[in-house]
């Protein structure tokens, strides 16, 4: 049988799924998976495969022994560096060629109909790199908060380190995000708790004084615990350092 070489499309879809699911669930009976190498024509064993060797690349990665990690292509290298260079525009980009492959009931964001007009466009692009940034972090951290454990998605927020504001070429970086649960999502978005260089959980004193009330308790039983990193995409260490030194409350 002739084989077919991977397309660039087809790998930057490929790497779009890689972000999307845990990194424990890549194998071929996955139904993500399945769905996905189905409609590109694929199999599952072809696609899972294909993930693994994105995971080759992945520096929390490659210390592990992973299946199909020691061969890959130059494309997979180019598509992971292009991601890499820009996650604003490939995750958009991945997102709609995920949207023409798959039914659009199988999406969880919506996808289709992509507005006209610049305006309208922005705000689409921004709303669908949303979702994609939620869906890499969660399935990063295994769909669990990095300082309670908490698996609940609902109680679950991708937390930017970088505020979105402020970093707009790391908006859709799953390294600039955290899986915490709402209140630690909210005491770390106004810098009543950080993550140190040793990757443990710090409060501010405001915090550390109130310990007899009842949500200040929740937090404070986590003080100097060390969080819970991702399999992969690391949260950057510059990133945290940022978050210290200018939106955290000593």
């Known amino acids: 049988m002739l084989r077919k070489n991977w397309t660039r499309d087809e790998l930057i879809v490929a790497f779009n799924l890689y972000c999307r699911i845990p990194f424990g669930r890549i194998h071929n009976r996955n139904p993500e998976i399945v769905a996905l190498a189905k409609a590109l024509g694929r199999t599952p064993s072809a696609l899972s495969w294909k993930l693994a060797n994105f995971a080759r690349l ?8 992973v299946a199909g990690a020691t061969h890959g292509g130059k494309l997979e290298q180019d598509v992971w560096e292009e991601f890499h260079g820009n996650w604003e525009a490939l995750a958009y980009s991945s997102e709609k060629l995920r ?3 798959l039914p659009a009931s199988s999406q969880p964001i919506e996808t289709q109909n992509f507005p006209d007009g610049k305006e309208r466009e922005i705000t689409a692009k921004a709303r669908i790199n949303q979702g994609f940034f939620r869906a890499a972090v969660l399935a990063a951290y295994d769909g669990k908060c990095c300082v309670t454990g908490l698996a609940i998605p609902e109680l679950l927020n991708a937390s930017h380190i970088l505020p979105w504001k402020e970093s707009a070429a790391n908006r859709t970086n799953p390294q600039n995000g955290l899986c915490l649960n ?8 106004r810098g009543l708790m950080t993550i140190s260089d040793a990757y443990t959980v710090q409060l501010s004193k405001s915090i550390l004084k109130s310990k007899s009330l009842g949500r200040q308790a929740l937090l404070c039983k986590y003080a100097g615990v060390k969080i819970h990193l991702p ?10 350092a940022y ?3 200018h939106i955290f409350q000593p």
């Open 58 to 65: 992945d520096p929390a990665l490659k210390k592990r022994a």
């Open 99 to 101: 949207a023409k492959l």
């Open 182 to 189: 709402a209140l630690h999502d909210r005491a770390f978005d």
């Open 231 to 240: 399999s992969r995409f690391h949260p950057q260490a510059d990133f945290l």
């Open 243 to 245: 978050h210290r030194n």
